[in-house]
T-cell receptor, first 113, second 114 residues
């Protein structure tokens, strides 16, 4: 699986958009980008994933650059409840193996008043 | 509601004792996983199971054992051979081999060795 690089921490004011970057310059053509988040002392929660097109769901938007070497997770109107560690993961789909995702140290997002 | 139930939430153990952490899911998922998380660190895969009666070692399986006798259940035993067992343990499940890598996690079990 391709390695990902994320900033260790970010701050965001409540009500503003939170833009979390992820670098995955060695990504392969069949690898998807996944985002999870982990609120303190809870299990991680799936947010969104994509291959090469931008994706949006009720939680967030995912913007993947045209060369697919980086992506940005956007929380459009951050709230205090979005304070968490956000993990960017790259993984192939449908290879016949279990989903052995690698969770690094992620980005700690602090949303403030 | 469908989900994953881990128990106990907190557990204290004396050195040299084995302890079993429970993980039950009612999502009808085929695959189940156990991860370990140390303070300030990411998650490390201990064991995973793709189907009933089958499981594979993850990255840090030494000192741990698992069983998968039922689709719904994937208990983890932390044995006395695990040298540093104090950690946060997370169980997860996914829909199967060709699933979209969407894992559902439980709330975790925090083990402290006294």
């Amino acid at each position: 699986d391709a390695k990902t690089t994320q900033p260790p921490s970010m701050d965001c004011a409540e009500g503003r958009a939170a833009n979390l970057p992820c670098n995955h310059s060695t990504i392969s053509g069949n690898e998807y980008v996944y985002w999870y988040r982990q609120i303190h002392s809870q299990g991680p929660q799936y947010i969104i994933h994509g291959l090469k097109n931008n994706e949006t769901n009720e939680m967030a938007s995912l913007i993947i650059t045209e060369d697919r070497k980086s992506s940005t997770l956007i929380l459009p109107h951050a709230t205090l409840r979005d304070t968490a560690v956000y993990y960017c993961i790259v993984r192939v789909v449908g290879t016949g193996t279990a989903s052995k995702l690698t969770f690094g140290t992620g980005t700690r997002l602090q949303v403030t008043l | 509601d469908g989900g994953i139930t881990q128990s106990p939430k907190y557990l204290f153990r004396k050195e040299g004792q084995n302890v079993t952490l429970s993980c039950e899911q009612n999502l009808n998922h085929d695959a189940m996983y156990w991860y370990r998380q140390d303070p300030g660190q990411g998650l490390r895969l201990i064991y995973y199971s793709q189907i009933v009666n089958d499981f594979q070692k993850g990255d840090i399986a030494e000192g741990y054992s698992v069983s998968r006798e039922k689709k719904e259940s994937f208990p983890l035993t932390v044995t006395s051979a695990q040298k540093n067992p104090t950690a946060f343990y997370l169980c997860a499940s996914s829909s199967g081999l060709s699933g979209a890598n969407v894992l559902t996690f439980g709330a975790g079990s925090r083990l402290t060795v006294l």
